[in-house]
């Protein structure tokens, strides 16, 4: 069986080379033997020389022969039935993670020296046991040690390489990319996900580490919303300083001519006294603020260089209303200090930075068990929307001309800009 572990100068081994090969017998054929010769020829790796792209026989499988992937994840579950004390029969789950979890074992297995993935350090797991009546049960044992070197350090430094060629990632993005092509696959792909392995592996990442960190940035984003919002609530339309003073609207050069008469308290006296005039609860929401938009876009700029600037929109969506937001809220000169005017550019601007600031709470929300799929749906629909910009622009114009050609002399289709917008 030693001769099964061969490899030729890519560094594939026989099973590795049946997957290529698509000799779908041949495979089968290979986990039909004892426990420890697969797994021994499923620990097996090719690794760059920049460290950027991993290649396994699970990845293979997944790509290849998603079905054969299936059952060789059933072999990483095994189920076993035992009486408890009541005399009542338990069900034990156990879970093996290494062939998913393969980020510090790939340098192993690649130079060959790799290990039983069982000998591990001395620990406690607890795993779900469940009798006939449904009653939650823990059972543990003692997993034997085993020497130091068993842990390996990542084959690579780069979170986002770690997360992308995650065997996760990878069933997820060929899900993705076969979804404009068959159908089989993304079933195929999609049941890989919903397997048992898979799914208690993502339930771990995501209480483990993924709640703790998502509830900090849901509360303090929620938090920044609230307060933003309550922010530009207390604010009033530069329009009605304007009519209040009677200054007459022209451009942002009248703005801090306004801002003077409100401080001198010269305007419209059917306004309440000191209207217009910030307050200490002004100025402690701004301050506020600036401590949660800040903290926000260092989290949002840490993300994108995580994804290596990729353009990933819900991250950039996020900066930019944080950053818009922040130039609603700041002071751009001196006699802006002690007014809640803003000049016109500047409300503009925050309008616009608080629609994307709750637009972008759909990315949260997106993360929510049942509502969360809604928003993957309005996601595929405006993905599929987009398809169909270009077809709709050549209708609104076909239109959009002829109406300017026959109807000009009228207000509505006086130019063409009036005709596109009254055509669209």
């Known amino acids: 069986m030693n001769s099964l572990l061969a490899r030729d100068r890519q560094g594939y081994n026989c099973l590795e080379v049946?997957?290529?090969?698509?000799?779908?017998?041949?495979?089968?054929?290979?986990?039909?033997?004892?426990?420890?010769?697969?797994?021994?020829?499923?620990?097996?790796?090719?690794?760059?020389?920049?460290?950027?792209?991993?290649?396994?026989?699970?990845?293979?499988?997944?790509?290849?022969?998603?079905?054969?992937?299936?059952?060789?994840?059933?072999?990483?579950?095994?189920?076993?039935?035992?009486?408890?004390?009541?005399?009542?029969?338990?069900?034990?789950?156990?879970?093996?993670?290494?062939?998913?979890?393969?980020?510090?074992?790939?340098?192993?297995?690649?130079?060959?020296?790799?290990?039983?993935?069982?000998?591990?350090?001395?620990?406690?797991?607890?795993?779900?046991?469940?009798?006939?009546?449904?009653?939650?049960?823990?059972?543990?044992?003692?997993?034997?040690?085993?020497?130091?070197?068993?842990?390996?350090?990542?084959?690579?430094?780069?979170?986002?390489?770690?997360?992308?060629?995650?065997?996760?990632?990878?069933?997820?993005?060929?899900?993705?990319?076969?979804?404009?092509?068959?159908?089989?696959?993304?079933?195929?792909?999609?049941?890989?996900?919903?397997?048992?392995?898979?799914?208690?592996?993502?339930?771990?990442?995501?209480h483990h580490f993924g709640v703790p960190i998502f509830a900090t940035c849901f509360i303090a984003y929620v938090l920044y919303l609230a307060l933003f919002t309550w922010t530009v609530l207390r604010h009033t339309d530069p329009y009605q300083f304007y009519n209040a003073t009677g200054v007459p609207f022209s451009n942002d050069r009248e703005c801090e001519k306004v801002a003077?008469?409100?401080?001198?308290?010269?305007?419209?006296?059917?306004?309440?006294?000191?209207?217009?005039?910030?307050?200490?609860?002004?100025?402690?929401?701004?301050?506020?603020?600036?401590?949660?938009?800040?903290?926000?876009?260092?989290?949002g700029l840490l993300f994108i260089r995580i994804y290596q600037f990729r353009l990933v929109f819900r991250f950039y969506a996020e900066t930019i209303s944080l950053v818009l937001g922040f130039i609603f809220l700041y002071d751009t000169r001196p006699w802006q200090e002690d007014v809640t005017l803003r000049c016109f550019v500047q409300w503009q601007v925050g309008a616009f930075g608080l629609f994307l600031s709750w637009s972008t709470l759909l990315v949260y929300i997106r993360s929510f068990p049942l509502i969360g799929l809604t928003v993957v749906m309005l996601e595929v629909v405006i993905r599929r929307f987009i398809w169909v910009t270009p077809v709709l622009l050549v209708l609104i114009c076909s239109f959009c001309f002829s109406f300017f050609m026959l109807l000009q002399e009228q207000v509505p289709f006086s130019n063409v800009g009036f005709a596109w917008m009254r055509t669209g």
């Open 260 to 299: 003077h008469l409100i401080r001198n308290g010269t305007y419209n006296m059917t306004q309440k006294p000191s209207w217009g005039l910030k307050t200490s609860t002004d100025r402690a929401l701004k301050y506020t603020i600036y401590v949660l938009l800040w903290l926000h876009v260092i989290k």
């Open 18 to 206: 049946a997957i290529q090969a698509n000799n779908i017998p041949f495979v089968k054929r290979l986990f039909e033997c004892k426990t420890n010769q697969w797994k021994k020829l499923m620990r097996n790796a090719q690794l760059s020389q920049n460290d950027k792209y991993v290649d396994t026989p699970m990845r293979k499988l997944v790509r290849c022969m998603p079905e054969i992937a299936y059952q060789a994840l059933d072999k990483c579950k095994m189920e076993t039935n035992f009486p408890n004390e009541y005399d009542q029969s338990l069900c034990e789950k156990q879970f093996d993670f290494e062939f998913l979890e393969d980020h510090c074992h790939i340098k192993k297995w690649q130079s060959g020296k790799s290990r039983n993935f069982q000998k591990k350090q001395k620990k406690i797991s607890k795993r779900n046991c469940f009798n006939c009546s449904g009653e939650l049960h823990f059972v543990c044992d003692e997993l034997p040690r085993g020497s130091d070197d068993d842990f390996g350090e990542p084959y690579s430094d780069d979170a986002y390489v770690l997360v992308k060629n995650h065997v996760l990632s990878i069933i997820a993005e060929q899900a993705r990319d076969s979804d404009k092509t068959d159908d089989t696959i993304v079933k195929l792909q999609t049941k890989l996900l919903r397997h048992p392995t898979c799914q208690k592996l993502m339930n771990q990442k995501w």
